[in-house]
């Protein structure tokens, strides 16, 4: 998507830039996939870029869709594409996309119009909660309550903030109290928000921010990372702070309790641990060669010795792939992380 314009300069698309274009679409790729687009770009576009993202705090699925669209059009015409057609761009988004946005994407590839097409409970994010209160204080107060639940915390006090205390204390009781809504329920429910207020859909998606960052960067080599993370230290310090508060470095695995790091242990091959070890820091090898019985120990200290120079580019693919091992644990809730910068108290 890069081009020979201004790394600014607006074009299609609903006004936005061909960075804002590729921030979007990176941030809706998994950030292992989102690294390797990375990895192929230039410093400056790399920097413009990364520092897009973390200003992002919102993109309509709308706006996602379009970008999407966009891509796979550009792409097919230059021949980026080799096999094309819909069944293809089906399977291309199902590979680089999280199941719900790439479900989403899908179901609007061939529309001219994709924004008529979404749900239109989510739609109630964009509209005024004062407009969206004179209309339902009439409707049933289960019905207020689902449409409560769908909004904004914020836009939903608004709501609650134009109906009687009694009303306020039955709303609340019977959000706290939802569980799954029936389809049929939810469809009735929209059906009668579409023809009687008319909103226009716009779901929302929170896509940017320092959580996404870290974790794109987080499959970057290092020397990517630390030009990345200097060149937005000198705009945005204290965003800098909180992404580097979110990564996950190699580091932080001296941090796992010893039940914890022989689960990792079970997880990681001998070959892949002695590459990574070779660039560790002296407490973390010695968190690893504690957790193993002597004999595993023995052997592979015998295999790092015996390696010779090991490529830094290497040591770091070792070092990723551990801790890709260690967050899937950490996500399965198997073992605990205590991050870089964590303010977590554990007792």
């Not at 796979?72 to 089906?90: H, M, P, R």
């Not at 590979?95 to 529309?111: F, G, H, P, R, T």
């Not at 070792?318 to 644990?329: F, G, K, P, V």
Request: charged letters at 25%; zero cysteines; a negative charge.
């Amino acid at each position: 998507m890069m081009t020979d314009a201004k790394p600014d300069q607006k074009e299609g698309g609903g006004g936005l830039s061909g960075m804002e274009k590729a921030a979007i679409l990176l941030l809706s790729l998994e950030p292992e996939v989102a690294a390797r687009v990375l990895r192929n770009l230039g410093p400056r576009e790399v920097h413009l870029i990364s520092y897009r993202m973390s200003q992002m705090e919102g993109v309509s699925a709308a706006t996602l869709s379009r970008v999407a669209k966009e891509f796979l059009d550009l792409a097919e015409s230059q021949g980026g594409i080799v096999a094309g057609g819909l069944e293809y761009a089906k399977s291309l988004i199902l590979q680089a996309m999280d199941k719900e946005q790439a479900e989403y994407i899908i179901e609007n590839l061939s529309s001219d119009d994709p924004s008529m097409e979404l749900t239109i409970m989510d739609a109630l994010r964009n509209v005024d909660p004062d407009i969206l209160a004179d209309f339902i204080k009439g409707e049933h107060p289960q019905t207020i309550a689902i449409i409560v639940a769908y909004m904004q915390p914020e836009k939903a006090a608004v709501v609650l903030g134009h109906l009687g205390q009694e009303m306020k204390n039955e709303i609340i009781m019977r959000v706290a109290e939802l569980d799954q809504v029936p389809s049929d329920v939810l469809s009735e429910v929209a059906h009668v928000i579409t023809n009687e207020l008319h909103i226009s859909a716009g779901l929302g998606k929170k896509m940017g921010g320092a959580a996404p960052v870290a974790e794109i960067l987080n499959q970057l080599d290092s020397q990517s990372e630390k030009d990345i993370l200097s060149h937005m230290e000198e705009i945005n310090p204290n965003l800098v702070d909180e992404i580097r508060k979110l990564m996950f470095v190699f580091d932080d695995l001296a941090s796992i309790d010893d039940r914890g790091m022989q689960q990792l242990l079970r997880e990681v091959d001998s070959k892949t641990l002695a590459v990574a070890l070779r660039g560790a820091s002296d407490e973390v090898k010695g968190k690893f060669l504690r957790n193993m019985s002597a004999r595993a120990s023995e052997m592979l200290q015998e295999d790092m010795e015996a390696m010779g120079p090991t490529r830094l580019s290497d040591v770091e693919t070792s070092q990723q792939e551990i801790i890709r091992a260690a967050r899937r644990l950490e996500d399965e809730g198997k073992i605990v992380v205590a991050g870089k910068g964590s303010d977590e108290v554990f007792v």
